[in-house]
């Protein structure tokens, strides 16, 4: 790719500075405009005029006064959880889930329908559409102003379109999915992939706060992986960075057809039907099981929550076929590990319901497998948001968006915008003026 060469007029420094001050206050608020001033090393006139537009635009309030310092006390400023409302759309294989949060991403809302995937992806999109129509209709009954909509799905999206290029796990191609919510909501949208969404989630909201080195790895139906380095998402050459699911260095017995048309993929060893049929084979061998059982008691297909559920009360089948999962993990976790030599690897996603049986045994194998200078700098961590991972993800991808561009959100009527009043009602009439 040609390089490009950046350069900034006025306006454009003012945007980096807006960002900074945000980011600033994301990360470590309560700050007073002096510790700004600190951090920043920007002048204390520059960075009161600075918080004064985040204020106008309803991105920062004053939460009170810091008396720590001894000196003359400084306002403290925080990052305003009543902005705006954010919209999270995960896409999955086999399930919709929309979340509403405010702009710290604290639910507001929410709602999951699983799906058949077989059900199409006409139907499949008609169903999220719907469901974002709630959420919406929710926001306004709520007076609050919309920032954007986030959606994460699992596949190859081409960034900045939002283009779905192939998901193998839905069997979809080419799908305008940017477009076709934009046009349904009139919202600023964003998509990306479900364990790059996840990743930034984790970086914004999660465990990996301040982290700048750090593999996501989002595990369910499928398998996908979001490379947090340098402080950044990488992305690779086409925007396509990530797919750790589809490497392929398993033996040759394990060389099972995957969805994305190769064969042996590392999802098809440690996705969630593998545990499924690990299961199976235990149980085809006759061993006692509790996981019969429960199948019966609770009218139930084998699934991974039954598996993970069995396994708590010591169904040595469950434990065991989690346990030779994380081993499969654990190697291609190692592999990674060796490659970046992050300090952290979160796993997200459905199969992070079983983070508690795979984790240790994929620390133990991490540990066995790479040089010891590379494996003490690793630690492996369940996501903060569970099965939930890329559903943050998606407002993630809004929140970050406005982190790096604070003057797209548009400034509220000035009579509402005065130090110690609610920022709420300011955001209720920025709403109905619309
Ligand atoms: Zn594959």
Request: charged share 20%.
């Amino acid at each position: 790719m040609e390089r490009r060469y950046r350069t900034g007029d006025q306006m454009l420094v003012r945007e980096i500075n807006l960002s900074t001050i945000l980011r600033c206050l994301h990360e470590r608020a309560p700050l007073s405009r002096a510790a700004l001033a600190g951090l920043t090393g920007l002048n204390k006139t520059t960075v009161s005029s600075l918080v004064e537009e985040l204020i106008q635009r309803g991105l920062v309030h004053e939460v009170g006064l810091d008396s720590s310092s001894g000196g003359r006390p400084g306002t403290l400023l925080t990052l305003s959880a009543e902005a705006g409302l954010i919209i999270g759309v995960a896409l999955g294989v086999d399930f919709v889930s929309v979340i509403v949060t405010d702009f710290i991403g604290q639910a507001r809302w929410r709602r999951l329908q699983v799906t058949d995937p077989t059900a199409g992806q006409e139907a499949i999109i008609q169903l999220a559409l719907q469901i974002v129509d709630e959420a919406i209709a929710f926001s306004r009954s709520n007076h609050s102003r919309l920032l954007g909509l986030g959606l994460a799905t699992p596949g190859i999206v081409k960034l900045p379109d939002g283009f779905l290029i192939f998901s193998p796990n839905l069997q979809w191609r080419h799908v305008p999915l940017r477009q076709i919510f934009q046009e349904r909501t009139g919202l600023l949208v964003l998509v990306d992939n479900d364990a790059n969404a996840a990743a930034l989630a984790e970086h914004l909201f999660g465990v990996a706060r301040q982290t700048h080195h750090f593999l996501s790895i989002f595990a369910g139906v499928g398998v996908g992986g979001g490379l947090f380095l340098n402080g950044q998402l990488y992305r690779g050459v086409g925007g396509l960075a990530g797919e750790v699911g589809h490497t392929n260095f398993m033996l040759e017995h394990s060389r099972r057809p995957c969805r994305c048309g190769n064969h042996g993929c590392w999802e098809t060893s440690i996705a969630q039907d593998s545990v499924i049929e690990r299961v199976r084979a235990r149980l085809a061998e006759g061993r006692n099981s509790l996981i019969s059982r429960l199948m019966a008691e609770q009218e139930s297909p084998l699934t991974l929550p039954l598996v993970v559920q069995a396994a708590d009360a010591g169904d040595a089948s469950a434990i065991d076929s989690l346990t030779e999962t994380g081993r499969l993990m654990g190697l291609g976790v190692a592999n990674l590990v060796s490659i970046f030599n992050p300090e952290m690897v979160v796993l997200g996603g459905p199969l992070s319901t079983a983070a508690r049986y795979l984790l240790p045994v994929v620390e133990e194998v991490v540990q066995e497998t790479t040089m010891r200078e590379i494996g003490q700098q690793v630690r492996i961590l369940p996501s903060a948001f569970g099965a939930d991972a890329s559903l943050m993800g998606a407002v993630a991808l809004v929140v970050e968006t406005i982190l790096s561009n604070p003057s797209s959100v548009g400034r509220l009527a000035p009579d509402t915008v005065s130090p110690g009043k609610g920022v709420r009602k300011a955001v209720e009439r920025d709403f109905r003026s619309r």
